[in-house]
């Protein structure tokens, strides 16, 4: 007997829409990337404290994590195929303000709708990706979650060769970027409405095929709160690195900025391929397992980050980018299982949720920083990855195996 929960249409995928989206995901966070990017450029030209940096990414991140849920919650209801232009219009003024931004509360303000754009984006870009992914969820997933970590991994190369030359005006370069992102999102937007209206005339709608057994409610529960766990630990932890390590690069080890950035690059870029196979990876050997592993890795290895030298930094930076990151897509389709009613909803809660704990790290780090100093700093961020092991109580799912219907 086939549930609700246990239906979909085992469709082929449209390889085509599961890119454009992956690559409109990869100029939305490419704007993003552009805030900690600036963090160097703000603290030489504007003076800036690691608290005040810490409350921009604040202030950019927690206004995604928050609206990220409510929108997802709105187009479960009624979808909005024409929100993904528009949110990306936000963030093309977001950018515009930016650029031009003469003191710390005009760029504050800026980053705030550079976020409501990235809120309005992620759930319905994640409701595009479920809807072309056919019987490839895991793949789907990852295409678009590799497509925005790609995007992220961007910042250090964007800090090194365009803000550092060309200081926070540099950030106007990328309106031609949120320009692009408006075509591409104008045009998925019409298959995005096709694709709901044929729902409607067939009076069927799409639901999510679920590798996790019948579960009660508190089950349920019990299962999301680990899956923000380990959220919560993974977010805080990147953070910590992708925003923050590099002045520690730059204080213990002597490099100059450009340096330093390159050391995030490959921190991030080896997290955007551990994205990539970690949707794949999770449709052949299993959601859990997957996390497990992401779990287990990168946790001995973050203990020895701040106390090696120089050449073995590249290395664990390297191996932690893309354990830690492999299950980022897959905590997104874990969370959609277990309430397969919700998709846009549980997308926006989990990837909401990443983006606010980053936030929320971003002040905490920071300040931690001002009050003891870098170094120490580090060696506390270093057990982060121990919280995330809470996830190892998950419920086991199972391969699919049913056919189309």
Not at 63 to 86: E, N, T
Not at 96 to 125: D, M, N, R
Not at 396 to 405: G, L, P, R
Request: glycine share 10%; with cysteine; charged share 10%.
């Amino acid at each position: 007997m086939t549930s609700s929960k246990q239906t979909q249409n085992l469709a082929n995928p449209v390889y085509p829409i599961m890119f454009a989206i992956g690559a409109c995901h990869l100029l939305n966070d490419t704007l993003q990337a552009v805030i900690p990017a600036m963090f160097p450029v703000l603290e030489k030209e504007r003076g800036l404290t690691f608290t005040q940096l810490g409350f921009i990414f604040f202030a950019l991140n927690m206004v995604a994590s928050v609206l990220q849920p409510v929108v997802g919650y709105f187009s479960d209801r009624k979808p909005m195929p024409y929100a993904l232009p528009i949110g990306m219009t936000f963030s093309l003024i977001g950018m515009a303000g930016l650029a031009i931004a003469p003191s710390y509360w005009l760029i504050l303000l800026s980053v705030i709708i550079l976020g409501l754009g990235s809120a309005v984006f992620h759930p319905e870009g994640s409701r595009v990706s479920f809807l072309a992914a056919g019987n490839k969820r895991g793949l789907s997933q990852s295409i678009y979650q590799v497509g925005g970590n790609s995007g992220q991994a961007l910042a250090p190369l964007i800090s090194a060769f365009i803000l550092v030359p060309l200081g926070q005006k540099g950030a106007a370069v990328f309106i031609v970027v949120a320009a692009l992102g408006i075509i591409i999102l104008s045009r998925i937007s019409a298959w995005y409405k096709q694709q709901l209206e044929l729902e409607k005339q067939n009076n069927r709608k799409k639901v999510i095929l679920s590798s996790i057994g019948d579960l009660t409610k508190k089950q349920i529960g019990i299962a999301l709160t680990l899956l923000l766990i380990i959220i919560f630990a993974r977010s805080f932890y990147t953070t910590n690195v992708t925003s923050f390590y590099v002045f520690y690069l730059m204080d213990e080890y002597g490099l100059n900025i450009e340096q330093g950035q390159l050391y995030i690059f490959l921190f991030m870029a080896l997290g955007a391929a551990g994205t990539f196979f970690g949707g794949p990876m999770a449709d052949r050997i299993g959601r859990k397992n997957v996390i497990v592993l992401s779990l287990l890795v990168p946790v001995p290895l973050c203990l020895l980050l701040p106390h090696m030298p120089l050449w073995a930094v590249g290395v664990l930076l390297a191996l932690i980018g893309f354990f830690i990151m492999l299950s980022f897509s897959v905590t997104v389709i874990y969370a959609q299982e277990l309430v397969p009613s919700k998709i846009g909803t549980m997308a926006g809660l989990t990837v909401g949720l990443a983006f606010g704990m980053g936030a929320i790290g971003a002040v905490v780090i920071g300040a931690l920083m001002d009050g003891i100093g870098i170094f120490p700093t580090m060696v506390i961020a270093s057990f982060l990855p121990f919280i995330g092991l809470a996830g190892l109580a998950l419920p086991k799912d199972q391969k699919i195996t049913a056919s189309a219907n």
